[in-house]
């Protein structure tokens, strides 16, 4: 059965530094993953997404993801977090059309 | 650009009562989901829709609840007697195709059951 974990609920990152957001995987099949980002009292919002093209995907706002086989992740990553990245940001695995969540990582960022 | 809306933003309703939440996925979209994010937990997958049938429903998805799409553009999500643990934000998901893999989600409707 296809699931998601994403580890650490919350996250707190100074402004600027590396942002690193870990997500786990489990799919009896080639997976197509998904990262979406939610702002307060806001829907969800594609960040990027994997689609067995290449491997490390780049997506919106300078976010980008790696997809390792071997590890069944797709972390998420970005070099410089901004304040205006504090958000809450879930990961999703695609099963027959559904989509199937992670528990969602909340990223603070700090001045 | 086109982007998925959803009516009401919040609902307040007594328990028991009937509610329809309504959504007006992207025009020529042809993949329609209804997903909930009960108060700080995960976002939940409840049922998908195709061709003005189910395709699937997760086990939320009881008798209480029903879908429809009754005109071109509105696609409504039915809970005929709602409970408490019903309360939960509702998001509204279409998607052009299966093949585009990418589903647009709406802002979501606020279910409050008292």
């Known amino acids: 059965a296809q699931s998601v974990t994403q580890l650490g609920s919350h996250v707190s990152v100074s402004e600027g530094a590396l942002v690193l957001l870990r997500c786990n995987y489990s799919s009896s099949v080639p997976p197509y993953l998904f990262w979406y980002v939610q702002y307060p009292n806001q829907g969800l919002q594609l960040l990027l997404k994997?689609?067995?093209?290449?491997?490390l995907v780049k997506g919106i706002n300078g976010f980008e993801a790696e997809f390792k086989k071997s590890e069944t992740s797709f972390h998420l990553t970005k070099p410089s977090a901004h304040m205006s990245d504090a958000a809450e940001y879930f990961c999703?695995?695609?099963?027959?059309?559904?989509?199937?969540f992670g528990q969602g990582t909340e990223l603070s960022v700090k001045p | 650009e086109p982007e998925v809306t959803q009516t009401p933003s919040h609902q307040v309703t007594q328990m028991g009562q009937e509610v329809i939440l309504r959504c007006v996925p992207i025009?020529?979209?042809?993949?329609f989901y209804w997903y909930r994010q009960i108060l700080g937990q995960k976002v939940e997958f409840l049922v998908s829709f195709y061709n003005n049938e189910i395709s699937e429903k997760s086990e939320i998805f009881d008798d209480q609840f029903s879908v429809e799409r009754p005109d071109g553009s509105n696609f409504t999500l039915k809970i005929r007697s709602t409970k408490l643990e019903d309360s939960a934000m509702y998001f509204c998901a279409s998607e052009p195709g299966l093949a585009y893999n990418e589903q647009f989600f709406g802002p979501g409707t606020r279910l409050t059951v008292l």
């Open positions: 994997y689609t067995s093209a290449a491997t």
């Open positions: 025009s020529n979209h042809l993949y």
């Open positions: 999703a695995v695609s099963f027959g059309g559904k989509l199937i």
